[in-house]
T-cell receptor, first 116, second 110 residues
Framework: GAVVSQHPSRVICKSGTSVKIECRSLDFQATTMFWYRQFPKKSLMLMATSNEGSKATYEQGVEKDKFLINHASLTLSTLTVTSAHPEDSSFYIC????????????FGQGTRLTVV | QQPVQSPQAVILREGEDAVINCSSSKALYSVHWYRQKHGEAPVFLMILLKGGEQKGHDKISASFNEKKQQSSLYLTASQLSYSGTYFCGTERAAGNKLTFGGGTRVLVKP
């Protein structure tokens, strides 16, 4: 199956700082990437849909100024958590999908963010 | 709208069978099934498109009842490796976003 690489896998940062998470599709062109947030023992909550070369579409209740998403190429999307606070601590997962082929979504390894 | 999964959790002995259901109140185009181990990313199992198809992968199979907007995942002769949380993701139209259910935690004991 296709490979999606997410980096870093773990990050600890201080309150008030920003953290950037990268999501790369390694062997296919991902026209669309999705960013999810997952709390312990909970489901995957979609934060935003990222389309290459255009602005991301955020789900209701997700602050777009806090969670900046950039999808500059068909293989790279980034999520930047700005001015992080302890309540932003969570497991963030990206997924990539070739929407033209309507195939399954491939997930990155996830990033465990801890804000202290 | 989030699909509803049932049961929330199930404990099995190795070799036993289980069924996980995923229901939607809206018409669906497809249903995707994933399994997630603790601390890891979800792993794709299978995708079912509208039309009421069935699919199988080893001893894990699934069906999609378009009339009921319900999909079922069947774990047959369960193995220890089947343990994890199973999520269904539903798509309301081709090329649309996936919305995931609350998950079903499966524990297979020796």
């Amino acid at each position: 199956g296709a490979v999606v690489s997410q980096h870093p896998s773990r990050v600890i940062c201080k309150s008030g700082t920003s953290v950037k998470i990268e999501c790369r599709s390694l062997d296919f062109q991902a026209t669309t990437m999705f960013w999810y947030r997952q709390f312990p023992k909970k489901s995957l909550m979609l934060m935003a849909t990222s389309n290459e070369g255009s602005k991301a579409t955020y789900e209701q209740g997700v602050e777009k100024d806090k969670f900046l998403i950039n999808h500059a190429s068909l293989t790279l999307s980034t999520l930047t958590v700005t001015s992080a606070h302890p309540e932003d601590s969570s497991f963030y997962i990206c997924s990539a999908r070739d929407m033209a082929m309507n195939t399954e979504a491939f997930f990155g390894q996830g990033t465990r963010l801890t804000v202290v | 709208q989030q699909p509803v999964q049932s049961p929330q959790a199930v404990i099995l002995r190795e070799g036993e069978d289980a069924v996980i259901n995923c229901s939607s109140s809206k018409a669906l185009y497809s249903v995707h099934w994933y399994r997630q181990k603790h601390g890891e990313a979800p792993v794709f199992l299978m995708i079912l498109l509208k039309g009421g198809e069935q699919k199988g992968h080893d001893k894990i199979s699934a069906s999609f009842n378009e009339k009921k907007q319900q999909s079922s995942l069947y774990l047959t002769a369960s193995q220890l490796s089947y343990s994890g949380t199973y999520f269904c993701g539903t798509e309301r139209a081709a090329g649309n976003k996936l919305t995931f259910g609350g998950g079903t935690r499966v524990l297979v004991k020796p």
